[in-house]
């Protein structure tokens, strides 16, 4: 199970923290190039593969990988 | 009526004669908005078009319309709408929205009297500028002037051949007289129908807006074909790529504009007459030709050296074919014309203040009498 | 790096890294939705066209793939009927702005929705024209700010969903970016059915419409959506004191009738068969 950011196209709006129902993801604590706080992955073992960030992400920033690396 | 060729003689009036064009042509998509003096244009192709296998549409407005007929043209069909000057008028975006994209359209322009809703029964030709420059900005169109309902079909079907070669929107400007008349159209056994150049490489090598050597213009797939077509009315590379770059500017609105300016002589069309030792000149398009065809004839009967040309190619203006005619002798080219005096701006800038050019203007709603032409010869005499 | 899975269908030499719509913008959002529906129908990426006008929304179609047909502002409904026409077996979808759809376009749209054209209308509704700096649009609330009501906007907006269900769409749903799942089972509704689709989503404009009316920024906008969402089932059991400032949503219209590109190949049928 692995979260990809794209620190390149994330925009640090940080819809996927707020609406990912495990609460998983938090800001990064280091800006980006770009100057805001992309998300990073806390707990990725409670990730529940349910792609709500990847459904919500406005600049497609966000790939979940799951263990079947579907 | 399921043939799209009607050969033979008919008598037709000059809008009918203009559908009648359009289907010889392979025209598949008519939208119109009712409009005197076009209507019947309209009204004919809603039940010849069904039975050749196409679809007419009755716009909701004139905006409707073309842009029905230019989102029919990408879709790959061949399309047509028919109009009067204030309908231009609204057209006018979309009308730069198809010289933008290269869509190939024809709209035919039955001219009224104006400004605003004028008369909307009566003739007038003042409209020559704005087809050519009514859009924003810079681009290039082509227009045809019949001055018969013979010509309302032959230059149709024409500016149907045209729109595809050059990609182009191309009007057809005829004025009321000219559509409302009835008089023998003769429809051939044959026509030359000019078939849509598609690319000749495969999607993945194909470049959306490079032009084909041979033509100066890009080849044309419809949506839906494969080749993943991005058109858009921004300004835009090769490839289809918006750009604000004034390079990029530069490079698509002078490839707009030369593709047909620098081809105006194998545009133009010029009927001339009593050319080879004229020494006055009556030069005139549409249905004002009508009139001083007749005037010339009478003045020659008096032994009067004038000649006749009538522009049948308006847009792009027939500059080398004037340069050439003036340099050969007439020392006054005389222009009647249905408008404030228009197309004479156009002949005085050709000619180069090398000959007198003197502008016969009768602003709308009565067309210049054989004898009124006639006198202005002598008097130029 | 695995990426986001709409970018399968992404042009990258367009403006903005990846494109040019601000940090929480929902237009992304719906971008993603559309190639949703357009993946689980497993529709022919070649034959489906998306149609733009001008604006934010406008540029949706300018990032897809494949064909796109980036047209007037106000108009796409025009050009894709043109399209449809000449071209039945394309899906065609158009999306368009508040604006775009109900001002400038509001003749195309109550028009092609009378007509029962064939064509799928996603309608962005973020209150605002966005591109232009945040003016007031045909869907700006009384009482709103904008650059063009800075006093408090005085005009009454429309429903977007009432307009097209009286100008007869076959298909009419409102969801706002919240309902994301809901959105894309509506515009696989929308493409599957031989008639006018109108699909009305609330999206949320941060940078103008956001913050100008305190609502704040992405999430927060988000986070307003979701609690004044209200389904049209419950919706009809409150008062209007109840029902204010709430988004009633839901498919208001699924229904069926002949579409107008069918109906008028029946003529061309019937012509045939007169003729012979």
Known sequence: ?70 | MNKRLLSGIHLLQGDEACAEGAIAAGCNLFAGYPITPATEVSERLSWRLFDVGGIFVQGADELDSLTIVIGAACGGWKAMTATSGNGICLMQECIGYAAITETPCVIVDVQRAGPGTGVATKTMQGDVYQVRYGSNADYSIIALVPDSPQEMFDLTLEAFNLSEIYRVPTFILADEIVGHMREKVVIPEKVSVVKRRKPRVPPKDFVPFKVNSDTDVPSMPAFGEGYRMPVSGLTHTETGSPSTSYEVQKALVERLCNKVEKKVDDLTRIEAAFMEDAQIVVLSYGSTARSARRAVIRARKDGIKVGYLRLITLWPFPDPYLKRVVSEGPRAVIVPEMNVGKMVREVERAVGGKVEVISFPKPGVELHRPDEIYNLIRRVR | MRQHPALRYFRFDRPGTPHLWCEGCGIGQVWYCTIRAIEELELDPDKVLWVGGSGCTGRMCTYWSGDYFHTLHGRPLGFATGVKLANPELTVICHMGDGESAGIGGNHLIQTARRNMDLVAIIINNFNYGMTGGQFSPTTPRGAFTMTSQFGHIEYPFDLCELAATCGATYVARWTSVQARQLIRSIKKGIQKKGFSFIEIMSQCPTQYGRRNRIGNGVQMMKWFKENSIRKEKAAGMSEEELKGKFILGEFVDENKLEFGASLREIIEKRKAQNV
């Open chain 1, 1 to 70: 199970m692995k979260i990809y950011i794209n620190e390149e196209f994330c925009s640090g709006c940080g819809i996927c923290i707020e609406f990912c129902p495990k609460k998983i993801l938090i800001p990064s604590s280091s800006l980006s190039k770009r100057g805001v706080f992309p998300p990073m992955v806390n707990k990725i073992e409670e990730c529940t593969e349910c792609r709500i960030c990847e459904l919500y992400c406005p600049d497609f920033a966000i790939a979940v990988e799951g263990d079947n690396h579907e």
